[in-house]
């Protein structure tokens, strides 16, 4: 075993090499980024190296989703910070309240989706919005019912407070740092029954309380609900970071809420998506979501997941987090 003084003298030595050739030396990243928010709130992020994967499903996966295809290798050239968490609604509060911000569905009176107990389902009312999605949250819930837009607000309000270049990750960011080394369906491995420790998805216990049928007569039991085995505790939305991390230290990426990403949503981009840092198509109409949600099966909760649509729209499925790529700091 290399003694640790050893290693340290021939580290100091190849830094001085380094220096001496003009090269620069790699400065090692903090593990953890900590952005103030008002009020005491902080917001975590994981520090994600730069590295190189194979990005989307390969064919032997039977849930692929032709979007998914073909898996490509992407380098991701810059280190970057992800949010250790889903953004909470006591952090988008803090921006709320910060900023005066009105949410796009407020803003332009347009009725959110919400969870009515009574008639078992979901309904569009004025009533509901990220304050109340028709379903219990306490501050650590991740916010929902926020559309791409409102996302992309919150974190241009915490780039101003922080100086920090926040941003919405790209999805081949969000796809790296969710498979963390993983080539597997999911981060955990192949198996979706692995999902019973690592993801808030669509179980038992959210069976009884969603009258499916009512809205789907002619399919007489949805298959999502035949196939999950087990009660994960959480009907809708859990507390973030209630089941366990990936290997990079991140809670929720599969299941919990959809996460937006800055990409624009193209079916056949990963086609002629370029190789390196690839940032979605130039233009389109739908903005991509990973990660599956609590209303989803396993298959929508993959690494490689894809979802879909127009950026001003909000759901009580749909959430965030946030990235902050490495530059000058
Ligand atoms: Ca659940």
């Known amino acids: 075993m290399l003694c640790p003084c050893y290693a340290a003298i021939v580290l100091g030595i190849l830094a001085v090499c380094l220096a001496g050739t003009g090269q620069a030396v790699p400065e090692e990243?903090?593990?953890?980024?900590?952005?103030?928010?008002?009020?005491?709130?902080?917001?975590?992020?994981?520090?994600?190296?730069?590295?190189?994967?194979?990005?989307?499903?390969?064919?032997?996966?039977?849930?692929?989703?032709?979007?998914?295809?073909?898996?490509?290798?992407?380098?991701?050239?810059?280190d970057f910070y992800l949010g250790r968490y889903e953004v909470t609604r006591r952090q988008f509060q803090v921006f709320v309240e910060g900023a005066?911000?009105?949410t796009e569905s407020a803003r332009t009176g347009t009725k959110a989706p919400g969870y009515d107990a009574e008639k078992k389902n979901f309904f569009l009312d004025a009533h509901y919005g990220w304050?109340?999605?028709?379903?219990?949250?306490?501050?650590?819930?991740?916010?929902?019912?926020?559309?791409?837009?409102?996302?992309?607000?919150?974190?241009?309000w915490l780039a101003r407070k922080t100086g920090k270049p926040c941003v919405l990750p790209t999805?081949?960011?969000?796809?790296?740092?969710?498979?963390?080394?993983?080539?597997?369906?999911?981060?955990?491995?192949q198996d979706e029954n692995g999902l019973r420790t690592v993801a808030n998805i669509a179980d038992l216990s959210l069976k009884p309380r969603w009258d499916y049928l009512a809205l789907n007569r002619r399919r007489p039991i949805a298959r999502w609900f035949e196939r999950v085995s087990w009660d994960d505790g959480y009907p809708f939305t859990a507390p973030v970071g209630k089941f366990k991390p990936n290997q990079n230290g991140l809670y929720d990426m599969h299941g919990n809420v959809w996460e937006w990403c800055s990409d624009w949503y193209d079916k056949d981009h990963y086609g002629q998506s370029p190789a390196k840092d690839p940032q979605g198509p130039e233009k389109g109409t739908r903005r991509v979501l990973r990660g599956g949600s609590w209303d989803n099966a396993p298959r929508y909760c993959r690494s490689a997941s894809r979802h879909k649509v127009g950026p001003s729209f909000a759901t009580t499925s749909f959430g965030f987090r946030v990235c902050v790529p490495c530059r000058n700091f």
């Not at 039977?62 to 050239?77: F, G, I, N």
């Not at 219990?136 to 241009?156: G, I, K, L």
């Not at 960011?173 to 491995?189: D, F, I, M, V």
């Open 29 to 78: 990243k903090p593990q953890t980024l900590a952005l103030e928010l008002d009020g005491g709130v902080k917001l975590e992020l994981v520090h994600i190296k730069a590295g190189r994967f194979q990005m989307g499903s390969p064919d032997s996966d039977e849930d692929a989703e032709k979007d998914e295809k073909p898996q490509h290798e992407v380098a991701l050239t810059r």
């Open 171 to 189: 999805e081949a960011q969000w796809e790296y740092a969710c498979r963390a080394g993983s080539a597997t369906r999911y981060h955990h491995g």
């Open 100 to 102: 005066k911000y009105q």
């Open 131 to 156: 304050r109340n999605p028709g379903f219990a949250q306490t501050d650590d819930h991740p916010v929902v019912n926020v559309s791409w837009n409102d996302a992309r607000e919150f974190c241009a």
